[in-house]
């Protein structure tokens, strides 16, 4: 593998190549055609780090070749950025060059966009951050309308908030997700968008209740959630769990309960396991659930969340891993499937191919 090259020229030919192979490999799980959903070609990006490099006064942006990890390669500009990412490399290059406390010891920049346009820059050091870096810090915050962190060794200083505030209109209505920074948030914001539509036209009149593995910050339940009546989601991560519980209250859904739980506690729940205290006080009974939606890790599903899956009539299955997902759709096929199927081009240039499919019982 090596650094991947932008060209959108080749961008077709590219997406055709992965779309070929997915429809080859899950051929013999009888896959229906994919819809196909493209990525802007270039700048669609809504995260990026990288490495600085140091070299007599002068910083620059660096990233290594997986092929040649130990030799830096110097970069002006990183086409795939979006927009506010791409504005704002040189201008914080020139503005941290400037500054002896903002360039000392500087070794990587995070970048967390929004399709909204807001923008939060993570500057992570090799030594203990002082008054002298936090003064230099706000003075550049402000300049470039930014949010600013920076982290060294067991300290993280936020100037003001540690989280940037995604909007968009989904299907007529405008959603608003508060997005934390070292926490997952999906990377390609327009295919994200697409991913969202396909999940809900596939979710559409099946009605009954929903349960959630994966949830994240519940960026697929708030666009799920009123499609259904109740909605149990769960997700492993802390940070996570709180940007879901603001995601909720921020776009008014009063349908969705959400448990910390790790898929293989929620499975071993369902299937009459241990008593668990962070269920206590969910009527477990009390759901009539129809459709279960999971948009796990590259690992896929784990074996108690296959045996999960197999009651259910409905799975909605998203994923990031294509060889995970034939894995675990093989292990259902007794008794699911394929009834839709679709590819997010979430990582253009790359071999990679976030996939979506609807699973449908057809045997009990
Ligand atoms: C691909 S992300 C999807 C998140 C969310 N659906 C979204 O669209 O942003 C996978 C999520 O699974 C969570 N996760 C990883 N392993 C888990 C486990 N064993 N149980 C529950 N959640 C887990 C991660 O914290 C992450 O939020």
Redesign the pocket.
């Known amino acids: 593998m090596s650094l991947p090259r932008f060209d959108p020229a080749e961008y077709e030919t590219q997406l055709a190549a992965k779309i070929a192979r997915f429809k080859s490999d899950f051929a013999p799980l009888d896959l229906p055609e994919p819809e196909v959903f493209r990525s802007e070609p270039l700048h669609y990006r809504l995260r990026a780090e990288f490495r600085i490099w140091h070299s007599e006064g002068r910083l620059d942006y660096a990233m290594f070749d997986p092929a040649d990890p130990k030799r830096p390669v110097l970069i002006d500009g990183f086409p795939a950025a979006a927009a506010p990412i791409a504005a704002a490399m040189p201008v914080l290059r020139e503005r941290v060059m400037a500054s002896e406390p903002l360039r000392r010891k500087l070794f990587q920049v995070e970048f967390l966009a929004t399709l909204s346009g807001e923008l939060m820059i993570s500057l992570v050091y090799h030594r203990p951050l002082e008054a002298d870096w936090e003064a230099a810090a706000r003075e550049l915050a402000a300049a470039m309308g930014v949010q600013l962190i920076g982290r060294s060794r067991k300290q993280k200083i936020v100037l003001e908030r540690d989280w940037v505030l995604e909007s968009f209109e989904l299907d007529g209505r405008t959603l608003h997700y508060q997005q934390i920074e070292g ?4 990377p390609n914001g327009g295919v ?1 968008r697409q991913m969202l539509v396909w999940a809900r036209r596939q979710a559409e009149g099946s009605g009954a209740d929903l349960l959630e ?5 519940g ?2 339940t708030v666009a799920l959630a009123p499609l259904f009546g109740k909605v149990l989601a ?4 802390k940070s ?1 769990v709180r940007a879901a519980h603001y995601n909720l209250a921020a776009n008014a859904v009063d349908n969705v309960t959400m448990v910390r ?5 929620i499975s071993d729940a369902l299937a009459g396991g241990r008593a668990y205290r962070r269920m206590q006080g969910i009527d477990l009974a009390g759901y009539r659930f129809g459709t279960l939606f999971v ?3 590259r ?1 896929g599903l ?1 074996e108690a969340t296959v045996a999960l899956a197999r009651r259910f009539d409905r799975i909605l299955y ?1 994923s ?1 891993n294509p060889q995970t997902l034939h894995d675990n759709i093989a292990a259902l096929r007794d008794t699911h499937g394929i009834a839709a199927a679709a590819a997010f081009d979430q990582f253009p240039y790359t071999h990679h191919l976030e996939c979506g499919v609807l699973l449908q019982k057809t045997a009990a």
């Open positions: 926490s997952f948030s999906q994200n593995l994966y949830c994240g910050n960026n697929f769960t997700e492993m991560s996570s739980m790790a898929s293989e506690e948009d796990p890790p690992s784990d998203i990031c």
